[in-house]
């Protein structure tokens, strides 16, 4: 099927599961057919785990090594009542992650004992040299790392030389040599057996602060969980991977507390007032574009401490006020953030590059602000679907970020050259460097030549859809059941469904630029509402469309009380 919408597009369905386990699950849930594709083909045998990832999806904690040895050395601290610097990274992962060692650890250490630093971008990701020193200045005992440290050989042997013990819990990618932490916590250590490889850097410091209460026979703290569901999404690590559903466990977990209101942070209770966000309809989307930019804006545009403030604090007022400066700090940002996504975009036609052709997009400006590249580089990476690397120049030395797609491994091509860098960290999805400038021209070349190496055989594949729906099986007892299978994101997609030989009328533009196109999809005498979100230019094709199909995620209208069809693409048949 070809789209009508996107130049090149190509759609077809997932490859049809088995018809015996199809007819099985639709037996015993009562449902539709398409949905019964759905789970047969995402779940397998085991389909049932995606109705139900609960907390029994958790993984002993125990389980990870180092675990011991940290929490053998926090006890030891506890005992000695000695002081504790817990240093995060500046995104909302490593806020997060920060933010739930410091309440966790806080009630178990005399007053006062516990510091936090979640850096800054002046400093750059991880363990700076100004943080060793005042670690080592102001007498401190411990250091643990959150979300970072995997990376900071010197550091942690500066710290050590001088008597201070770290210990690490991260989740990126180890270099070939580890710092000389006295305990590194890392599912992606070489030989790590832990089942779930792809825990955020705030599930990593979960995991720790869940076997150090047990040990001391304490109740987990689960109200905590409010904040591993917010830095696992916010970081867009997968929510399932080849059947390993724990991460989907532990957001689903988090919805549940933060529905109840049970959850350990105010300050995100009052933001999601502040935005309208009703928690007992939480989704993904909400925290992935609307919570965690918020949050970020203040590393981009600001001091990031405004954001772990607000995660930490007691004080209902504190809270209204610190929220406010983060929504001045995310109108800065949102204009900062068009500007350059516009510079990169001239850029990009000034090189003449091509990106499908290139398999990858590199670009770099003069002092592009640096909390403002990744931003730049997701916008092109989703629009073009290469990965993509912004970097700003400095006088002597230059920043990059890297987001990535689906099937490429960013951080492997970073490793790959990594002789070229002064730092570099991050993931398969998203990662960042720091090179001398001389430097540059040879790096973009090597990253090309990185890029049409390890491009994914399947490329060019077709898109895909779950399955073909008729418009009669569109009710809310079916969109229950496909919500029922949130949260969706990586690794677990929200699913698209075709609806064929539609007809569209009541077709209107609205939003605040009239961006979205509203109206009524029919098929075969039976009409539903529709919603195509930023579509709003092809009102033309969806007026002129007769007996086309309709690519389309199911929703549901809150004012209306119904569900609805939310457009996503149109198709030939």
Request: with cysteine.
């Amino acid at each position: 099927m070809n789209s009508l919408l996107v130049q090149g597009r190509e759609w077809e369905p997932d490859p049809a599961p088995d018809e015996h386990l199809v007819r099985e699950i639709v037996a015993s849930l009562g449902c539709a057919p398409a949905l019964g594709a759905l789970l047969a083909h995402r779940g397998g045998a085991e389909w049932r785990n995606l109705l139900d990832p609960g907390a029994s999806q958790f993984h002993s904690p125990l389980s990870l090594s180092g675990m011991d040895a940290a929490m053998e050395r926090v006890i030891v601290a506890i005992s000695r009542g000695e002081r504790v610097f817990i240093h995060g990274d500046f995104d909302v992962d490593g806020l997060t992650g920060a933010a739930i060692l410091y309440l966790g650890l806080a009630p178990l250490f005399p007053r006062s004992t516990i510091k936090v630093e979640v850096g800054d971008r002046r400093h750059g990701h991880g363990l700076s040299r100004a943080f060793v020193l005042r670690a080592i200045d102001e007498g401190f005992n411990l250091v643990i790392t959150v979300d970072c440290g995997i990376s900071n050989v010197d550091e942690v042997a500066m710290l050590r030389e001088a008597g201070v013990d770290t210990v690490i819990t991260d989740h990126h990618v180890p270099p070939a040599e580890l710092p000389p932490a006295v305990a590194i916590i890392d599912p992606q250590l070489p030989g790590e057996t832990y089942p779930n490889q792809h825990l955020a850097g705030v599930g990593v410091a979960y995991k720790f602060l869940s076997a150090l209460y047990e040990r001391l026979g304490k109740p987990v703290p689960y109200q905590l969980l409010d904040l591993v569901g917010l830095g696992t999404i916010a970081d867009l690590v997968p929510l399932a991977a080849g059947g390993e559903v724990e991460n989907r466990a532990l957001v689903r977990e988090a919805f549940a507390v933060i529905a109840r209101g049970e959850g350990a942070s105010l300050g995100l209770r009052v933001l999601m007032n502040r935005l309208s966000i009703n928690p007992k309809r939480l989704t993904a989307s909400d925290i992935g574009y609307i919570i965690a930019p918020k949050l970020n804006a203040a590393n981009r545009a600001g001091d990031p401490k405004v954001a772990f403030l607000l995660l930490t604090t007691k004080v209902q007022e504190r809270a209204e006020y610190l929220s406010e400066v983060l929504l001045d700090y995310n109108r800065d940002r949102e204009v900062a953030q068009g500007d350059l996504i516009a510079q990169a975009a001239d850029e990009l036609v000034r090189s003449g590059s091509d990106p499908q052709r290139d398999g990858m997009i590199i670009l770099s400006g003069k002092y592009w602000n640096e909390g403002i590249i990744g931003l730049a580089a997701s916008n092109l990476a989703e629009r073009y679907r290469v990965p993509t690397v912004i970097i700003s120049r400095g006088d002597k030395v230059s920043r990059g970020s890297c987001r990535s797609v689906d099937g490429f491994d960013i951080i492997a091509c970073l490793r790959d050259n990594a002789n070229l860098f002064l730092h570099y960290g991050g993931h398969k999805m998203a990662a960042g460097f720091t090179v001398k400038n001389e430097l540059l021209p040879l790096l973009r070349d090597r990253l090309i030549d990185c890029a049409v190496q390890r491009r994914p055989a399947d490329h060019k594949k077709k898109r895909r859809f779950d399955a073909s729906i008729n418009a009669a099986q569109i009710d809310t007892r079916f969109y229950a059941n496909i919500r029922s299978l949130a949260p969706y994101g990586p690794g677990n997609p929200p699913p698209l469904f075709h609806l064929p030989d539609c007809l569209f009328s009541n077709l209107s533009l609205v939003g605040a630029q009239k961006q979205h196109l509203k109206g009524t999809v029919s098929q075969n005498g039976v009409s539903l509402p529709l919603i195509a979100f930023r579509m709003g230019r092809h009102i033309e094709a969806f007026e002129q469309a007769s007996g086309n199909g309709l690519i389309f995620r199911p929703g549901f209208d809150d004012w209306r009380g119904t569900v609805q069809v939310e457009g996503v693409d149109l198709v030939d048949e």
